[in-house]
């Protein structure tokens, strides 16, 4: 079964700064790898997602990922954070070829605080 | 384009009573749906997924059940509340585009069991 870990539970950046927030997944093989983000009360919002190819890929909002298949790794970044970035920043797994219904395994999320 | 719905957006009930919230998709067709819980601080948990009208998997065992009647169309429910139930609950839907699945969110409803 798949796995995934952000390992920090809560970020803090200053406004204007870079951002990355990191992902790691346990899969046999490659996997399908997203990144959604939350605000307070608010459902899911999809960033970005990966399912082959470019390695690099671009999202919504200025973030980008990159899947790097020898660390396990799907991490977001952003090269200058805004206010309006801060909220929660959920990693998530899919396996392909899990059949008509493509679960998704969630990490525990990453809080993101932006100083002024 | 698509949308999901979901009502009630807030819900406050006592321990013992029914439950039913309800998710709506426009826009799309034969979408498969997922019902996941979001406890305080804690990430989401995969509830129910369904592929097909009266085509119902559950992930978790618990006093939960779903339904899904139309094809657009995913009920949430309990006979019983317990106060575990309380949490985020979050409709979501996808469609394959060459096999692979986006899974889209909905707003979410908070469900406080007192």
């Known amino acids: 079964a798949q796995s995934v870990t952000q390992p920090d539970i809560h970020i803090t950046v200053s406004e204007g700064a870079s951002l990355e927030l990191r992902c790691n997944y346990s899969y046999g093989a490659t996997p399908y790898l997203f990144w959604y983000v939350q605000s307070p009360g608010q459902g899911l919002q999809l960033l970005l997602k990966y399912f082959s190819g470019d390695t690099l890929v671009q999202g919504i909002k200025g973030f980008e990922a990159e899947f790097k298949r020898s660390q396990s790794s799907f991490n977001l970044r952003k090269p200058s954070v805004h206010w309006s970035d801060a909220a929660e920043y959920f990693c998530a797994v899919g396996a392909p070829g899990t059949g008509t219904a493509s679960k998704l395994t969630f990490g525990t999320g990453t809080r993101l605080q932006v100083m002024l | 384009s698509q949308t999901i719905h979901q009502w009630p957006a807030t819900l406050v009930q006592p321990v013992g009573s029914p439950l039913s919230l309800e998710c709506t998709v426009e826009?799309?067709?034969?979408?498969?749906l997922y019902w996941y819980r979001q406890a305080a601080g804690r990430g989401l948990q995969l509830l129910f997924y369904?592929?097909?009208?009266?085509?119902i998997s559950s992930e978790v065992p618990q006093n939960l059940s779903a339904s899904r009647p139309q094809d657009r169309q995913f009920i949430l429910s309990s006979k019983k509340l317990l106060l575990s139930d309380s949490g985020f609950y979050l409709c979501?839907?996808?469609?394959?585009?060459?096999?692979?699945?986006?899974?889209?969110f909905g707003p979410g409803t908070r469900l406080t069991v007192l």
């Open positions: 826009g799309t067709s034969n979408p498969n």
């Open positions: 369904s592929v097909g009208i009266g085509q």
């Open positions: 979501a839907w996808s469609v394959s585009v060459w096999g692979a699945h986006t899974q889209y």
